[in-house]
């Protein structure tokens, strides 16, 4: 599986952040997510937050679960605004989606969401949970260069 540049990096967690704002301006949290193919170009899905059960990296996986087969999803990528909570990540996994790509760890949300009752993070990195499982999915994130501008949504989000 080729690696995306670090171009194709930054375009598309920046438009996952935008699909976060949006999610906003709809009355939902600020979690955005993408689904992008082999070529690292083609964006196959795009996905904002729903509800708490229903998290944007969640629903995009269910939805690549149904219209693609495992074989290509191993050589895709989710792109998404903050690292994926155990339910987004177990998700992901189950969907065969090879890649992760995510903007803000857990870590800094949860300094931004406190014990905020619409957000309870669980405090399991992705990384651990994948390190459990019986095949490899590659981790690329926190990326420094778009962090400031999804932690400014959530700062304006969670009123912080």
């Known amino acids: 599986m080729s690696s995306p540049s670090r171009e194709q990096l930054l375009r598309h967690l920046r438009r996952a952040n935008e699909v976060a704002a949006a999610a906003v301006g709809q009355g939902h ?3 955005g997510a993408l689904l992008v193919g082999p070529d690292h170009e083609t964006v196959l899905l795009e996905q904002a937050n729903v509800n708490t059960v229903n998290h ?3 629903v995009l996986a269910r939805t690549a679960d149904t219209n ?3 074989a290509y999803l191993a050589d895709c990528t989710l792109y998404t605004t903050v690292e994926p909570c155990a339910m987004c990540a177990g998700t ?3 969907a065969n989606i090879g890649r992760l ?3 803000l760890d857990e870590g800094r949300l949860r300094a931004f969401t406190g014990n ?3 957000n309870p993070t669980l405090d399991l990195p992705c990384r651990d949970l994948f390190a459990r499982g019986q095949k490899a999915i590659e981790v690329i994130g926190p990326v420094p260069e778009v962090e400031a501008e999804i932690a400014a949504l959530h700062q ?3 009123r912080i």
């Open 68 to 70: 693609f087969t495992p």
């Open 56 to 58: 944007a990296e969640a």
């Open 92 to 94: 992901l996994y189950w």
């Open 29 to 31: 949290h600020p979690f």
């Open 116 to 118: 905020h009752p619409e």
């Open 101 to 103: 790509v995510y903007g």
């Open 156 to 158: 304006t989000f969670w």
